[in-house]
């Protein structure tokens, strides 16, 4: 496998550089990786930091900056960051109004999220925890670890970042942030696995004529394996596999999220698919984001996130943000 | 009776065994996770190595508390935490004494197994470090030989069994089939204990 790095030791050192020179708007701190907006902290502003395994990009570095997150943590591909990059972001923003910790729910983010809030109130730093758990595909037990998180972080972070940015307090953001976690559910599809640069190989062995439904965002194999089917088939299996799951009555925004190796052109004609199987169920669209964003190294396949909105929500998530991933309205 | 120095073998050990076997650790989180597990734990342990020779310290609890602060550090994803806990917790137990003895040392890992079963919410029989690491505990009594045996064992036992926490419980059923990484990763702490004591 031919992968453009140096060594996969430093594959995220070498991308936080990379960062850093094309955006100056932010401050990018290479060796403690965290990466910062540089107007934080910014007075009685709630900080907004989230984090997670490298290889999602542009989540969440991405979304740094006006609008959207105050600071990311990114940790090692697809390993959780450590408590100590949190507690060092969570610094770095706070401006007293506390700090809000977005969390996808993954055991290693779990963890280290929870040692990280203890290590920064014992800092005098007032934070807050928001849980993202939208993925359908994972049957939510008492005997497993709960549902990933997935598309849903991305209108998580955005409605949550345009709240704190009008300066609303930690606990209406937090609330605003639940809200988002609650009206949201995700399905993915893998046409191919993914290879890690530490692995160097794809990280599940997947047939060119089979496709895997219900995967995360690290590589692991999904829920069930099938023959290949086409974009129209896997759009009424995974909007089918969400709306069974909920029931809107309200607008949805959709997010048709792209994998990382999956062209837009595909992207564009899945969405087609998609939006017409919502139109076949009567649910309504808001707001429609199609491309690369929740991604999982160079894997093959997409994902659909579906938000129910109110108005509020709605005019939230079409409030201004600049950030290096999402940038509309200023 | 087991001084500080013995702590740092034991340390030492579990960073030279899972540099050999992190590709080994590798492979087995490929099927069932996202294959990081190897070069994670190497990260972490040989930053442990570093630290320990650095700065020395002079009881067994310190010593344990210190590489256990070190894999939080260092490793990320759920094994920095879970190992952190169970090494610090375990150092913690063992206090401030300039040595212990193996009965100290048993009840202190058993206080520390605690811990991250509390701290993972994982149970004996969810395909865990946990399936390794008590039947281990529950060996030492009699002898490091003993507590190895029963750790390789134990992730042995992993394979038929459907992973309920962590990455793998995603997979459900097709978690079945495949020896549990973390598992694997607890004997070869285990099997550097033994190795410390020269047994």
Not at chain 1, 18 to 34: F, I, K, S, W, Y
Not at chain 1, 137 to 144: C, G, I, N
Request: aromatic content about 4%; some cysteine.
């Amino acid at each position: 496998m031919k992968m453009l790095i140096n060594v996969a030791e430093t594959v995220v050192a070498d991308a936080l550089r990379g960062m850093a020179a094309a955006h100056p708007e932010l401050t990018v701190d290479v060796e403690n990786r965290v990466i910062v907006r540089r107007d934080a902290p910014v007075p009685g502003k709630v900080g907004l930091v989230s984090g997670g395994g490298s290889g999602h990009e542009p989540l969440h570095g991405g979304f740094v900056g006006p609008g959207m997150l105050s600071a990311a943590c990114p940790g090692e591909v697809f390993t959780s960051p450590v408590p100590d990059q949190m507690v060092r972001a969570a610094a770095a923003v706070d401006s007293g109004a506390g700090v809000l910790f977005i969390v996808k729910n993954y055991t290693g983010d779990v963890l280290n999220f929870d040692m990280a809030a203890e290590l920064a109130e014992d800092e005098g730093i007032q934070i807050a925890k928001v849980l993202v758990n939208d993925d359908v595909a994972v049957t939510d037990s008492l005997y497993t670890a709960g549902r990933r998180g997935t598309g849903a972080t991305l209108f998580l972070e955005k409605i949550a970042g345009a709240a704190a940015e009008e300066g609303r307090p930690l606990e209406r953001v937090e609330a605003l942030a639940r809200q988002v976690n609650e009206n949201s559910r995700s399905f993915g599809v893998a046409l191919s696995a993914c290879t890690t640069p530490a692995k160097g190989s794809p990280t599940f062995d997947l047939p060119p004529g089979e496709l895997e439904l219900g995967v995360g965002i690290h590589g692991e194999p999904g829920r069930e394996r099938r023959a290949m089917m086409t974009s129209r088939e896997i759009a009424d299996f995974s909007v089918n596999a969400i709306l069974e799951d909920m029931s809107p009555r309200n607008p949805v925004l959709v997010l048709v999220n792209g994998m990382g190796a999956t062209p837009l052109l595909e992207l564009y004609g899945f969405n087609a698919e998609v939006q017409r199987v919502l139109t076949e169920r009567g649910v309504p669209v808001a707001r429609t984001l199609v491309g690369n964003y929740v991604t999982s190294l160079d894997m093959a396949g997409a994902s659909v996130t579906l938000c129910q909105v109110d108005e509020e929500l709605l005019r939230l998530w079409d409030a201004p943000v600049r950030t290096a991933g999402l940038r509309w309205g200023m | 009776m087991l001084d500080a120095d013995f702590f740092r073998r034991w340390m030492t050990a579990t960073a030279a065994s899972v540099d050999r076997e992190a590709e080994r650790l590798t492979a087995l989180d490929s099927p069932i996770g996202d294959a990081d597990h190897g070069s994670n734990l190497q990260r972490g342990f040989r930053a442990v190595a570093a630290t320990l020779e650095k700065e020395a310290p002079q009881t067994p609890g310190a010593v344990l508390m210190l590489a256990g602060r070190q894999l939080i550090s260092t490793v990320g994803g759920a094994s920095g935490p879970l190992y952190g806990t169970l090494l610090r917790r375990t150092g913690k137990a063992l206090g401030d004494a300039a040595e212990v003895d193996e009965q100290e040392l048993t009840e202190a890992l058993r206080t520390g197994v605690d811990a991250v079963m509390q701290l993972g919410g994982a149970a004996p029989g969810d395909k865990t470090m946990i399936d390794t690491l008590v039947p281990a505990v529950d060996a030492l009594g009699e002898s490091f030989a003993a507590a190895r045996a029963a750790a390789e064992e134990g992730a042995l036992a992993t394979t038929p069994l459907q992973a309920r926490k962590g990455r793998a419980s995603y997979l459900g059923e097709r978690s079945i089939g495949h020896q549990d990484p973390g598992a694997t990763s607890s004997a070869l702490l285990i099997a550097a204990l033994s190795e410390a004591a020269g047994e």
